[in-house]
């Protein structure tokens, strides 16, 4: 089964951190960009973070620029988004997505052209 599978989500207090994964399984991400996305209640899907195929360019939104960081292994055929310094605000849903980009285009490109999504994973920032 083709699928990518996030993990690493949970409630954290304002501050703290936490590392999301988005593990591919039934295909290799070498392949594809890959964007990190989230979506708050009621706020519309955001694009916050990309890493390209090669691993050379990264992307990130204001919100999140100098707090998360994001990096892929190969071997693990993995990619992962540590976020620090988390924020009340970073409470969301978090999504990461393949596309066939080889760079990091932007984020509506990569959202409508993703080939594969991931089911989710909820972080919630809270005292």
């Known amino acids: 089964q083709l699928q990518l599978v996030e993990s690493g989500g949970g409630l954290v207090q304002p501050g703290g951190s936490l590392r999301l994964s988005c593990a591919a399984s039934?295909?290799?991400?070498?392949?594809?960009?890959i964007g990190w996305f989230r979506q708050a209640p009621g706020k519309e899907r955001e694009g916050i973070s990309c890493?390209?195929?090669?691993?050379?360019?990264?992307n990130y939104a204001d919100s999140v620029k100098g707090r998360f960081t994001i990096s892929r292994d190969s071997a693990k055929n993995t990619v992962y988004l540590q976020m620090n310094s988390l924020k009340f605000e970073d409470t969301a849903v978090y999504y990461c997505?393949?596309?066939?980009?080889?760079?990091?285009?932007?984020?509506?490109?990569?959202?409508?052209?993703?080939?594969?999504w991931g089911q989710g994973t909820q972080v919630t920032v809270s005292s």
């Open positions: 890493i390209s195929r090669s691993g050379d360019s990264t």
């Open positions: 039934g295909f290799t991400l070498d392949y594809y960009t």
């Open positions: 997505a393949a596309s066939s980009y080889y760079i990091c285009v932007g984020y509506s490109a990569q959202s409508e052209n993703a080939r594969y």
